[in-house]
C-alpha cells in the first residue's frame, strides 16, 4: 500500500489547512485509518484523528471541534481538515492505514503555525 500525504504548510494562528492522503488501494479495504502528528523534538506520533469502519471516529483532546476526519473512497483519499490552528499543532503529520493486519504510513507533511 502507498500512501501519498499533502497540503501542508505555513498558516497563521487561527488559520485552516486540509491535509490530503491518497491511497494506491481501495480504501474500503482498509480497517483503520488514522492521522499522526510528530512535534519538534519529540521522537513520537502521537495520534491526532482516526476512522474505524463503519466510520466511528475519535480525536486527540487537544483537536477536537477544531480537527475534523473524513474520506473519500471514490477518490482512495483522507482528509484531515484542520481549523483555527495554534502554534502547538506545528509538526510533521503523517497518515495511516490498516490493511491486512499490517500498518503503513505516509511520508509526513509539514505543518508550521507560525505569525
Known amino acids: 500500500v502507498q500512501l501519498v500525504a499533502s497540503g501542508g504548510g505555513l498558516v497563521q494562528p487561527g488559520g485552516s489547512l486540509r491535509l490530503s492522503c491518497a491511497a494506491s488501494?481501495?480504501?474500503?479495504?482498509?480497517?483503520?485509518i488514522g492521522w499522526y502528528h510528530q512535534a519538534p523534538g519529540n521522537s513520537e506520533r502521537e495520534l491526532v484523528a482516526?476512522?474505524?469502519?463503519?466510520?466511528?471516529?475519535n480525536y486527540a483532546d487537544s483537536v477536537k471541534g477544531r480537527f475534523t476526519i473524513s474520506r473519500d473512497d471514490a477518490k482512495n483519499t483522507m482528509y484531515l481538515q484542520m481549523n483555527s490552528l495554534k502554534p502547538e499543532d506545528t509538526a510533521v503529520y503523517y497518515c495511516?492505514?490498516?490493511?491486512?493486519?499490517?500498518?503503513?504510513w505516509g511520508q509526513g507533511t509539514q505543518v508550521t503555525v507560525s505569525s
Open positions: 495511516a492505514v490498516v490493511h491486512s493486519g499490517q500498518t503503513y
Open positions: 482516526s476512522m474505524f469502519r463503519p466510520g466511528h471516529t
Open positions: 488501494e481501495n480504501m474500503l479495504s482498509f480497517s483503520y
